[in-house]
């Protein structure tokens, strides 16, 4: 089993960056993919970028491809989403989240997820 919790959330100018961490607990969390969802106003949950466990392989949502980097330490239980160049379409709730298969460029692919934290992006 796996406990996620995001930080690094906050408000920020278009073209400015942002790191979101995801600090996880269990034993287990080495052998999970991880993904980042997002939620916007309105808008169902969508992908963002997902990494597996061994951090070899990643993927990004088009929209993000090019501007956001997903990483993760197993030894340190931490997964990091760096976000540049940011624009007022980012704006969200992000969500870290542990999966079980790859790909898991979907929300159905994942187990356990974090809180969330917010993202503002101001134009």
């Known amino acids: 089993q796996v406990q996620l919790a995001e930080s690094g959330g906050g408000l920020v100018q278009a073209g400015g960056s942002l790191r979101l961490s995801c600090a996880a607990s269990?034993?287990?969390?080495?052998?999970?993919?991880v993904g980042w969802f997002r939620q916007a106003p309105g808008k169902e949950r969508e992908f963002v970028a997902a990494?597996?466990?061994?951090?070899?392989?990643?993927d990004y949502d088009n929209s993000v491809r090019g501007r956001f980097t997903i990483s993760r330490d197993n030894a340190r239980n931490t997964a990091v989403l760096q976000m540049n160049s940011l624009r007022p379409d980012d704006t969200a709730v992000y969500y870290c989240?542990?999966?079980?298969?790859?790909?898991?460029?979907?929300?159905?692919?994942?187990?356990?997820w974090g809180q969330g934290t917010q993202v503002t992006v101001s134009s």
């Open positions: 269990g034993r287990t969390f080495r052998a999970y993919p």
């Open positions: 990494i597996t466990w061994s951090g070899e392989n990643t």
């Open positions: 989240a542990a999966g079980r298969r790859w790909p898991a460029n979907y929300v159905g692919a994942y187990e356990y």
